[in-house]
């Protein structure tokens, strides 16, 4: 049986002909001293201990990802806004490549709908429902990696925190990009 992509994949198809059309998913995380605990193993019956800072200093992770060749996008900010995202869309147009159109499938955050935001010529956006987080593949992604590699931890400055996103985002691969991100409704039979 054919595979065929959802409707809004074969609009923009329509629009572009000359284009590989590949879907992404993008949002952002905000990551900081007042990080994530999660299980730890421990000897039964013990209480372990885990680090939990109260200080108020914090990074936010601009991510993109697709799901099917593994491709991503990312980078580190001190705050969230347009300009940001100006930035981060063009560096997702860049890695996708000039045959290729981006769906980029994102929330509805200020500066994803903002007057201002300059979207690249081969990028179309694609607004999730509002309240609709777990839509979005790239949520299960945040999950991994503050669990693998960012929670019961401490940090002392901004430039630990950076260090410590940046790091975490460069140990996931491009398969694991593929299987935590899979949004298995991309592609379906007819």
């Known amino acids: 049986m054919a595979q065929r992509s959802p409707l809004f994949v074969q609009t923009v198809q329509r629009e572009n002909p000359d284009k590989d059309i590949e879907v992404w998913f993008q949002d952002e995380a905000r990551i900081g001293q007042q990080g994530t605990l999660t299980s730890v193993w421990a000897k039964k019956g013990s209480r372990p201990t885990a680090v939990k800072q109260t200080e108020y200093e914090w990074v936010y992770m601009f991510g993109a990802v697709n799901p099917v060749n593994g491709k991503s996008s990312a980078m580190i900010a001190p ?112």
């Open 79 to 190: 705050t969230v806004n347009t300009d940001y995202m100006n930035h981060h869309l063009r560096f997702i147009s860049e890695e996708a490549g000039a045959d290729a159109h981006v769906v980029l499938v994102l929330d509805r955050a200020g500066w994803h709908v903002a007057k201002n935001l300059k979207v690249p010529y081969n990028i179309t956006l694609m607004h999730l429902p509002p309240y609709s987080p777990e839509l979005n593949p790239i949520e299960r992604l945040w999950a991994h990696i503050r669990s693998h590699y960012l929670s019961n931890k401490a940090y002392d400055d901004y430039q630990q925190i950076f260090d410590a996103a940046s790091a975490a985002w460069n140990k996931i691969t491009s398969n694991q990009f593929k299987t935590i991100c899979n949004a298995t409704w991309l592609m379906h039979e007819n």
